[in-house]
Every structure is written in C-alpha cells, then in structure tokens.
C-alpha cells in the first residue's frame, strides 16, 4: 500500500510561470490536506479538501493560490503567478475519514520543493 | 501570540544525554496532541501521540499537562540518530478546521 505520493519533488519555476504541484492520497483515502513550509519556519495549513469540495481554505492565499480534489486523479495545488516569496516545501497529507486520529494523526507525503527564480 | 510555541534551540547534548523539549499551546479547546519529528529537507513523520496519562516509548515519554496548557517530549539515552527538529503539534475541534497546528520546532543536535 503506497502512502501519500506527491510529485514533482523539486520544481523549478521562473516568476510569473504557473506551478502545478500533485497529491495522491493513501488507497481508500478521500481527504486531502495541503501545507507549506517556509524556510526556517514551521508548517503552515493551506486547505483541506475532499473529492470534488475544499472544505477549508481558511489557509490559502486569497489571490494566486488553488487547489482542487477531483472525483478521479490526484488534488492539484496551482500556483499562479509565482513570486520568489512562494518558494517553498509544500507538503501533502490524507486521512480516510475527515476526524483526524488521535492515536495516528496523518501521514505526510514527501513533498514538492518548489523554487522560484 | 502564537497557537504553538516551541524553544527554537538548538539543543546541542552528547550522546547518552537525556534532554527534554516543552511547548505551549493558547487554545484550551485543543483535543488531540502529537510529536512529530523532521529530519532536515524531509516531511514530518509522527513520533507518538499525547496524552493527559502520559505514554513512553521506549526512550521517548510524552506528557501533556492540560490546566497549564503544556506539552513536554523527554529523551533518555540520546542517540546520534535523535538528530532532528521536533515539532509539537495540536488539533483544534472546536474551530471546526479539520486541521493540525505545528510549531515551528526544536531542534536538537547529539554530538558523538
């Protein structure tokens, strides 16, 4: 059983170019969490997010900034855009049920460390 | 005021050491409680839950004090494989985000 599978794992991007940053979450699971980490700093949620809805977004930047969970294929994290201040690690994480649990919290895909030059 | 505080460190111990790491946490409405661990350019992984009855593994024993709002993760024996930041995490129900809150992490560095 693959766990959370994000890909790319390094993507470099130009400013103003869009960045497209892809979640699979674990088999079975239907919810979906996007979080950032900037350099020297600590994890920061974006959006939560279930097949076909974003649930909370409270998270997101208000301009630029996407994300979507459809019914088949990975959730999709956009970025339009980009500026040298979205550099970052952007992490991934899913849970089978929208309770998270309290023996196992959730488990994080490897990430996507997006540069912007 | 941050919703997670940590110490930053870095706590620099020789192997065999025991160190501990505490954090606070400002909503009291928080539910669950967990220690992750980070190795450097690396995602967090869980290191174990926390409870108000305390729980050890192994070398690890975690305590959760909910009238003080404090969370402490003590380690015996340290090993140079401790190396790592800690981050102290919380999940807030009653705000009705479906999400975790972390700290910004200690670090923690064993010397041979």
């Known amino acids: 059983n693959a766990g959370v599978m994000q890909n790319p794992r390094h993507l470099v991007r130009r400013r103003g170019q869009e960045a497209r940053l892809r979640c699979s979450p674990m088999?079975?699971?239907?919810?979906v969490y996007w979080y950032r980490q900037l350099p020297e700093e600590g994890l920061k949620f974006m959006v939560y997010l279930q097949k076909e809805n974003i649930i909370d977004e409270s998270g997101m930047p208000k301009e630029r900034f996407s994300a979507e969970f459809p019914k088949e294929g990975p959730s999709i994290l956009r970025i339009q855009q980009v500026v040298r201040g979205d550099s970052a690690a952007y992490f991934c994480?899913?849970?089978?049920?929208?309770?998270?649990?309290?023996?196992?919290?959730?488990?994080f895909g490897s990430g996507t460390r997006l540069t912007v030059v | 005021r941050k919703e997670v505080e940590q110490d930053p460190g870095p706590f620099n111990v020789p192997e065999g050491a025991t160190v501990a790491f505490n954090c606070t946490y400002s909503?009291?409405?928080?539910?669950?409680f967990f220690w992750y661990r980070q190795d450097c350019r690396k995602e967090p992984k869980l290191l174990m839950s926390?409870?108000?009855s305390g729980n050890e593994d192994g070398r690890f024993t975690a305590q959760l004090n909910r009238a003080s709002q404090y969370i402490s993760l003590l380690i015996r024996d340290s090993k140079l494989s401790d190396s790592a930041t800690y981050l102290c995490?919380?999940?807030?129900?009653?705000?009705?985000?479906?999400?975790?809150?972390f700290g910004s992490g200690t670090r923690l560095q064993v010397q041979p």
């Open positions: 995490v919380v999940n807030e129900l009653d705000t009705g985000r479906r999400a975790l809150t």
């Open positions: 994480a899913s849970s089978p049920t929208q309770a998270i649990s309290r023996v196992d919290g959730y488990t």
């Open positions: 909503n009291s409405a928080s539910q669950s």
């Open positions: 088999k079975g699971h239907s919810h």
């Open positions: 926390v409870y108000s």
